[in-house]
């Protein structure tokens, strides 16, 4: 896995999750994969100079923080359904700073809706290998001690002149 996509990544997503939903994460280094049991997952995918999927799982008992930041509501005041929405705007907003992140500004990709990825099954299908491939880079994050991990995966291999520096 390259280091530097990684960091390029983590310094993304805590960016994102601090602006857009006022949620502070730190980075995990040694720990085990998230436990399936408890989280939940949204994806996305994206084709341009290169192509390839995010995604973002999360403890379920920060999706109602997440929501209700975004919203700046009470976390009680959220619904299953807005509390999914948050999850994809948070996606969405990361993969659309990634991806200029490593291709440079004037890079154009094409993205999809977000979606849930639902059940466990489901969303170990999402998070280990994809065609035989595993991520091109995995960020493990800390969130109010619960898990967050977000997986890009690539078509490919990215250019090496596709990093900004």
Do not use: W
Not at 20 to 39: G, K, N, P, Q, T
Not at 42 to 51: D, E, L, M
Not at 81 to 110: H, M, R, S, W, Y
Not at 132 to 143: H, I, L, N, T, Y
């Amino acid at each position: 896995m390259n280091h530097r996509l990684n960091d390029v990544l983590f310094n993304v997503a805590e960016e994102t999750l601090e602006k857009l939903a006022f949620m502070f994460v730190s980075r995990e280094y040694d720990r085990e994969d998230i436990d399936y049991d408890s989280i939940v997952a949204a994806s996305i995918s994206f084709s341009g100079p290169f192509s390839g999927n995010l995604v973002l799982t999360i403890s379920t008992n920060c999706v109602p923080e997440l929501s209700a930041n975004m919203l700046g509501v009470e976390e009680d005041e959220t619904t299953p359904d807005q509390q999914d929405d948050a999850l994809k705007e948070t996606l969405n907003v990361i993969c659309g700073n990634i991806l200029p992140a490593i291709a440079g500004k004037k890079a154009v990709f094409n993205i999809t809706a977000p979606f849930i990825v639902n059940g466990m099954e489901d969303i170990k299908k999402a998070v280990e290998k994809v065609d035989g491939k595993g991520p091109a880079s995995v960020v493990r994050m800390e969130m109010d001690g619960e898990q967050c991990d977000i997986f890009l995966y690539i078509d490919g291999e990215i250019p090496e002149d596709f990093f900004n520096d």
